[in-house]
């Protein structure tokens, strides 16, 4: 029998606002539990984990998904002020105080006042053109459309609706009804929609969290006047399923960290050769 030294390294204390938590593996759960999320992406020390001000726009395809798309929506922002996160009223500057708190009640009239809940056509003659006509008249901040769900039947709307938003420039989130409800009778909404806020926060240009460095670790990445200079990437290769036409191409994808906090990254992604691992 060959035997081989071994080191166990435990897991690293992820960093959130003001506290720290060392997770266990074993729950594999990526909310953030009770913490507030980490804030700016510019240094450790930072005094908001988020803030948000704006309109909310909900895409739903029928009016019998109104009231959950419009829950979801409320139920969201509640769970990043939960978390931290500033709500302010839409002034176009930023206020000292803030007009949501953790504890605000559901008919709070920030709720009714910014978030908009509005139909548009799911065939895709109609899709987007509803789409841009919804957008520019509610001017959002953030868009969420509330998909059917994830099924290829709704594939086409899924990639028009995020294509429409990209050339808007417009952050933009998708929920499946189907996940909704699933979560719902499961009793973990309140966990899928803290996932969907995790989303949320990075893409209105926040961290969720960071990890907290050993002086050794801290000497590996950083400069000697304690500088990061390591740049962190991944790469990973996506095949189409094996029912596919040998046609259908793979996609690859490279991100690569742009801060100290190994919290915010730049994407890159390509169609390249079918069933090549390799990324381009």
């Known amino acids: 029998m060959v035997k081989l030294k071994a080191l ?3 897991s690293p204390r992820v960093l959130y606002n003001g506290t720290s938590y060392r997770p266990n593996v074993a729950e594999q759960l990526w909310h953030p539990g009770g913490h507030n999320f980490f804030g700016g992406s510019a240094s450790t020390t930072v005094s908001e984990s988020g803030r948000f001000y704006g309109h909310i726009l909900v895409l739903i395809t029928e009016d019998r998904h109104r009231t959950i798309g419009t829950t979801c929506a409320r ?6 002020t939960k978390h931290g996160v500033k709500v302010y009223n839409d002034t176009g500057t930023a206020p000292t105080t803030p007009t949501l708190t953790s504890t605000s009640p559901d008919n709070h009239a920030w709720f009714t006042s910014n978030i908009h809940t ?3 056509r799911s065939d895709l003659r109609q899709f987007a053109s509803d789409i841009r006509t919804k957008i520019k008249t509610k001017n959002p901040v953030l868009v969420m459309y509330q998909i059917p769900d994830k099924t290829s039947q709704y594939g086409g709307n899924f990639a028009t ?4 938003m990209d050339q808007s420039g417009i952050h933009s989130i998708c929920i499946s009804n189907r996940d909704v409800y699933t979560a719902s009778k499961k009793n ?7 996932n969907v806020a ?16 050993t002086k050794e670790e801290k000497a590996m990445l950083n400069t000697a006047d304690d500088k990061s200079d390591t740049l962190i990437l991944g790469a990973d290769v996506t095949h189409a399923q094996s029912n596919s036409p040998d046609s259908a191409p793979s996609i690859a994808a490279v991100v690569g960290g742009v801060d100290a906090t190994f919290g915010r990254f730049l994407g890159s992604v390509r169609y390249q050769e079918a069933k090549k691992e390799v990324s381009y």
């Open 75 to 80: 139920d969201l922002v509640k769970t990043l």
């Open 8 to 10: 166990k390294v435990e």
């Open 161 to 164: 609706f995020k294509k429409v």
């Open 118 to 120: 509005e139909i548009v």
């Open 198 to 213: 995790l989303k949320a926060n990075v893409k209105l240009g926040y961290v969720n969290h960071s990890v907290e460095l």
């Open 188 to 194: 973990r909404l309140t966990q899928y929609i803290s």
